[in-house]
């Protein structure tokens, strides 16, 4: 069999698509890369949803943290003090046993017990805690003259904060988030190997490198592969928010640009 | 095997001391420790089961030193052909895939029948969701069948699978299964049978055939004067010889 | 333990659970916490160690130790630390298997490789097959240290490679306006000062490798999760004397109230730490404690 009618029949497969039965024998290189590339695709779908809903829970953590309500604040603390204090293992086990007891008295919770959900959500709650806490630590350090001076432009309430804070706050964020962002991706490698179940063998990537490892009792194949696949995604993560960096930063001067790059990872 | 045999005398010479340590080789029994009656943690900590009972009187029968190392079953072959341990013990069912890369000894118990346990006699086993352990021969058998295959990482989160409605049965061997089911009146075995496998037996290294004509002929002994078949009895491990 | 738990059986209540709470197996449960704080304790001057290593590498005027560095700082941290758990400490094991074959038996003429087996000489076992298991243990235990450590090192080496940068340029001038050379300004102006800029960073490091530790049972260390998975899975009478259902849920809890108070202790540690280190530094927390001070 041809290698690209291997991809054609199992490139889609961690989605349901192509050939129903996983290889059974050979077991090529080529049969690994693909698969595992195919389970790539869950790693990069958690990863991005994730990632795009848990940038605006954890703005409102972060405004919830350092505001003066007493209420909103001590809930947005204890939240993020639960999700970054305990391991992402214990979550998803406490996350898909929550859902199978809400699921027996509420039906509508039933998609929630697999992991394109479930996981998500647990995957989500996550990375809001992590990101609520370095968007509050940028909040705080945010120079007191910008706020001064949008006060005197007259700024107030809801456009100061979109025009003036929330951008500052990005922008002194941004490298921490950029870690936490490849911390994140990592992180959905644990998705179906200790938290949720994989149906009909559709899984990550690292499903697959398991499936083969276990085949050909070889780790030193898949592994080395599923490891190559996430360098290349750190990569695309990194350039991505290096572009948003860059744009973020755009109106500084260029000496005072390359400083802000100097800040690595002040707080993940 | 010459080789290092000559290898070992050549420097037994050249260094008095290691001659004992090469005479005293103790021999690392891998086994998983979550599987009974196979092999579990007891109370006390440590490894239990059948194949504990039965590893000593076979080290006892061969003269040799054992000692007892538990390993998860994900890397436990890896692990044996690395050298970590030297025999795996393991309840692992002697297949065409797994003789390709380890050697093994002659099966020690008679195939296990691989049975499912459901909620009800009338589940659909052909066509419904069948729970199984990630990377058994159980998961690859569903896998092939028109069922729906959902897989966990240990065998208890298969159970809990059925009982809380996830999966309409799970499928595993019947030694594991049946203790279960004993206790739990909820859970019910289902008629149909499966027979995986050739049976279990112990893996060694390729390289290694002098320890497993020692392990084969010990095993022979035991089938030969019957103690093998008071184990089986004793730990309900399924048909004697 | 106790002399009434002879039979518990018969026990019922408070009685029955001080019995089952104290069995061997949970002795072993409970002395696995121990296991995981020596190997943080452990880990974590290793991890800082190496990151110290890497980042000067980096840094390094040299090219090919810029590169190495580089691309160790590049490679690890790109890696989820779970796919490089499952490969590694084999590789790591063989390695050193292979080097004292090498050493220790010259004269042997098999291939180390035979078909799928890897396979040396007596001599050259790590540890020999001889030694008892507690030897096995504890090597296998510094292996998963030592993987551990490379792991975080990189992220180690990331932080204080920005720590050395964040250090301000003109305090290493003045150090080259008084004579010293870049080693000597590196030395004794960069390291004590960069600290501080580091500190954030690899304080969120040691959060993160506390939140790493269960993944210890990948490398073969019974550790607190191995230990929770296996007895709060529900046990029949036949295979043991304390039967019980799927307690998974306890036994969990009971590390998720472990992981929280082991943060949090951490937390205000760390905060002291800093505040102590801020003290007389070019830094707008050291601006404010002197003002404060005044």
Redo the contacts between chains.
């Keep these: 069999m041809s290698c690209w009618q291997t991809i054609q029949d199992y490139g889609l497969r961690a989605v349901g698509i192509g050939e129903r039965?996983?290889p059974k024998e050979d077991f090529t290189l080529c049969q690994q890369f693909t698969l595992i590339g195919s389970g790539m695709i869950w790693n990069i779908y958690f990863g991005v949803l994730a990632l795009l809903a848990g940038f605006f829970f954890a703005t409102a953590l972060a405004l919830g943290k350092g505001s003066r309500n007493i209420w909103l604040r001590k809930s947005s603390e204890w939240f993020i003090f639960l999700f970054r204090g305990s391991p992402l293992f214990v979550q998803f086990f406490f996350g898909y046993f929550l859902f199978?007891s809400l699921k027996?008295v509420f039906p509508i919770f039933t998609p929630f017990?697999a992991a394109w959900l479930g996981a998500l959500v647990v995957l989500f709650l996550n990375t809001s805690a992590y990101t609520g806490e370095i968007f509050y630590g940028a909040l705080r350090s945010i120079p007191k003259g910008d706020v001064e001076s949008a006060d005197a432009y007259g700024f107030s309430g809801w456009p100061r904060f979109k025009k003036i804070v929330w951008p500052t706050m990005l922008r002194l964020a941004w490298p921490a988030y950029t870690n936490e962002a490849i911390f994140l991706f990592h992180a959905t490698a644990l998705v179906f190997?200790?938290g949720f179940?994989?149906?009909?063998?559709r899984g990550d990537a690292l499903y697959y490198a398991?499936?083969f490892?276990?085949?050909t009792?070889?780790?030193f194949v898949p592994y080395p592969i599923l490891a190559g696949y996430f360098i290349v995604l750190t990569v695309v993560v990194i350039s991505v928010f290096g572009l948003a960096n860059r744009r973020l930063n755009r109106h500084l001067p260029q000496e005072a640009r390359k400083k802000l790059k100097l800040k690595v990872n002040v707080i993940r | 095997m010459k080789?290092?045999v000559l290898?070992?005398a050549?420097?037994a010479l050249s260094a008095g001391l290691?001659w004992s340590?090469?005479h005293?080789?103790?021999i690392?029994m891998g086994t998983e420790?979550?599987y009974?009656?196979w092999n579990?943690?007891?109370?006390?900590?440590?490894v239990?089961?059948f194949e504990r009972e039965l590893g000593d009187e076979l080290c006892k029968r061969a003269e040799l030193t054992c000692?007892w190392?538990?390993?998860?079953w994900?890397?436990i072959?890896?692990?044996l052909?690395?050298?970590?341990y030297d025999v795996i013990i393991a309840g692992m069912s002697i297949t065409d895939?797994?003789d390709e890369?380890?050697d093994f000894t002659q099966n020690y118990t008679q195939p296990d029948p691989t049975l499912y346990v459901a909620l009800s006699m009338d589940a659909d086993v052909e066509g419904g969701v069948i729970?199984a352990q990630?990377?058994t021969i159980q998961a690859a058998h569903i896998?092939?069948s028109n069922a729906?295959?959902?897989?966990?990482?240990?065998p208890?989160?298969t159970?809990?699978?059925v009982r809380?409605g996830?999966a309409d049965a799970v499928f595993a061997d019947g030694s594991f299964l049946l203790?279960?089911a004993?206790?739990d009146d909820t859970l019910m075995v289902l008629d149909q049978k499966v027979l995986l496998g050739g049976g279990v037996g112990m893996g060694v290294?390729?390289?290694?055939g002098e320890l497993r004509a020692t392990f084969d002929a010990a095993i022979q002994s035991m089938k030969d004067d019957g103690s093998l078949n008071e184990l089986i009895t004793k730990w309900e491990i399924g048909e004697t010889f | 333990m106790f002399s009434y738990c002879a039979d518990p059986s018969t026990l019922s209540g408070l009685t029955w659970l001080s019995c089952y709470l104290t069995?061997?197996?949970h002795?072993?449960f409970y002395l696995s916490f121990g296991t995981v704080l020596l190997l943080l304790a452990i880990t974590a001057p290793t991890a800082l160690f190496f990151g110290y290593l890497g980042a000067t590498a980096a840094r390094s005027v040299v090219a090919p130790i810029r590169w190495i560095g580089k691309t160790y700082i590049a490679i690890v941290r790109g890696v989820p630390d779970i796919a490089f758990f499952?490969f590694f400490v084999?590789a790591l094991?063989?390695a050193i298997?292979w080097s004292r074959h090498k050493i220790l038996?010259p004269?042997?003429?098999?291939s180390v490789r035979?078909?799928?087996?890897?396979?040396?000489?007596?001599?050259a076992?790590m540890p020999?097959?001889?030694a008892p298991?507690w030897i096995?243990e504890t090597y296998g235990f510094f292996l998963a240290v030592f993987t551990f450590a490379i792991v975080f090192g990189a992220f180690a080496a990331n932080v204080l490679f920005g720590a050395m940068r964040a250090v301000p340029r003109a305090q290493m001038e003045t150090a080259e306006a008084y004579g010293m050379s870049r080693r000597q300004a590196f030395r004794r102006i960069m390291v004590p000062q960069m600290w501080v800029y580091a500190l954030p960073g690899l304080g969120n490091l040691w959060m993160v490798l506390i939140k790493a530790t269960p993944l210890l049972?990948?490398l073969?260390v019974?550790d607190i999760v191995y230990w929770a998975?296996?007895m709060g899975?529900?046990k029949?009478?036949?295979?043991?004397?304390?039967?019980h259902g799927?307690w998974?849920m306890w036994y969990f809890l009971a590390l998720l109230v472990f992981y929280l108070a082991f943060t949090r202790v951490s937390e205000i540690f760390l905060e002291r730490t800093m505040t102590r280190l801020t003290k007389g530094q070019a830094t707008t927390g050291g601006e404010a404690q002197r003002k404060a001070a005044a």
């Design positions: 039965l996983l199978l027996q017990t190997f200790s179940p994989a149906w009909q063998q398991n499936y490892a276990d085949k009792f070889n780790p | 080789k290092l290898a070992t050549a420097l290691a340590a090469a005293e080789k103790t690392r420790g979550a009974p009656p579990f943690i007891n109370d006390a900590g440590e239990d089961g000692e190392v538990t390993n998860e994900d890397s072959i890896p692990n052909v690395s050298g970590n895939e797994r890369v380890i729970a990630t990377g896998a092939e729906t295959l959902v897989e966990f990482a240990t208890e989160e159970i809990a699978a809380n996830e203790p279960i004993d206790e290294r390729e390289s290694d | 069995t061997g197996k002795m072993a499952l084999i094991d063989q298997e038996c004269e042997w003429a098999e035979q078909g799928n087996d890897f396979v040396v000489c007596d001599a076992k020999l097959g001889n298991q096995h049972f990948l073969g019974e998975r296996e899975g529900s029949t009478t036949k295979f043991t004397d304390y039967p799927d998974r």
